[in-house]
C-alpha cells in the first residue's frame, strides 16, 4: 500500500544535542509538510517543501531545519533540542493543490531529557 | 483570514447514541473541508472531505457530515457510536489554489459503555 513512513516512531534525545527525524512517502506526492503537535493541541505546521522549493513557516523557531533529498524522503534535524521541543512530530503529504486532503505518517514522538 | 473552530473541546457519548461533532468555518471564497480522525500515539487519517460536489459526504467508519454554506457549518455525524471511535477529531479548511490547511483545535470523543 502506499504509505507515509516515519522512523523512528520514538526518540529520546538529550538536551541540546543534534536529532534527526525522518519520512519517507511511496504516494510520489510533490508536497511534503512537517508538523509538531503537542499534547491536547493541533498540528502546528513547520514547514513544507514543493518538491525542492522550501517554505518555512514565519514562526518557526531556527533551531529546526529540513531537507528534501529526493521525492521520496524528508528530514527534519533539530540541531539543539530544548525542553520545549517534546512533542509528536508529524509528517503529511499531498498533491498540489491539497484538495483531496493530506496523508500522515505515524508520527515520531520525541522526548527531551 | 481563514479559521476553523469546534464546538466542545470534549464530547462524551453513550455507545449506540447519536455522535455529532461540531465544526464551524470561516472563508471568504467556498473552501474545502475536512475530518481527521487521530488515535492515541498515531498520526492523523483522514475521515472525509467537501470539495463542492454534494453536500453530504459519506467518509470512512460510518461518519458523515453535510456541509452548510449559509450557516458556515460542517458538522461531522455518525449514528451509532461505537468503543472504536473514541479519539481526537480535527476539522480542518482550505481554500482552493495554493493556501494551507487550517486545523481546528480539535475535539476529544469518549465513548461510555
Known amino acids: 500500500d502506499a504509505m507515509v513512513i516515519q522512523n523512528p516512531r520514538y526518540q529520546v534525545t538529550q538536551f541540546g544535542k543534534p536529532v534527526t527525524l525522518s519520512c519517507s512517502q511511496t504516494l510520489n506526492h510533490n508536497v511534503m509538510y512537517w508538523y509538531q503537535q503537542k499534547s491536547s493541541q493541533a498540528p502546528k505546521l513547520l514547514f513544507h517543501y514543493y518538491d525542492k522549493d522550501f517554505n518555512n513557516e514565519a514562526d518557526t523557531p531556527d533551531n529546526f531545519q529540513s531537507r528534501r533529498p529526493n521525492t521520496s524522503f524528508c528530514f527534519l534535524d533539530i540541531r539543539s533540542p530544548g525542553l520545549g521541543d517534546a512533542a509528536m512530530y508529524l509528517c503529511a503529504t499531498s498533491t498540489p493543490l491539497g484538495d483531496y486532503g493530506y496523508t500522515f505518517g505515524s508520527g515520531t514522538r520525541l522526548t527531551v531529557v | 483570514a481563514q479559521s476553523v473552530t469546534q464546538l466542545g473541546s470534549h464530547v462524551s457519548v453513550s455507545e449506540g447514541a447519536l455522535v455529532l461533532l461540531r465544526c464551524n468555518y470561516s472563508?471568504?471564497?467556498?473552501?474545502?473541508l475536512f475530518w481527521y480522525v487521530q488515535y492515541p500515539n498515531q498520526g492523523l487519517q483522514l475521515l472525509l472531505k467537501?470539495?463542492?460536489?454534494?453536500?453530504l459526504v459519506k467518509g470512512i467508519n460510518g461518519f458523515e457530515a453535510e456541509f452548510k454554506k449559509s450557516e458556515t457549518s460542517f458538522h461531522l455525524t455518525k449514528p451509532s457510536a461505537h468503543m472504536s471511535d473514541a479519539a481526537e477529531y480535527f476539522c480542518a479548511v482550505k481554500n482552493s489554489g495554493g493556501d494551507k490547511v487550517i486545523f481546528g483545535p480539535g475535539t476529544s470523543l469518549s465513548v461510555i459503555p
Open positions: 467537501y470539495t463542492s460536489a454534494a453536500t
Open positions: 472563508s471568504s471564497v467556498p473552501p474545502y
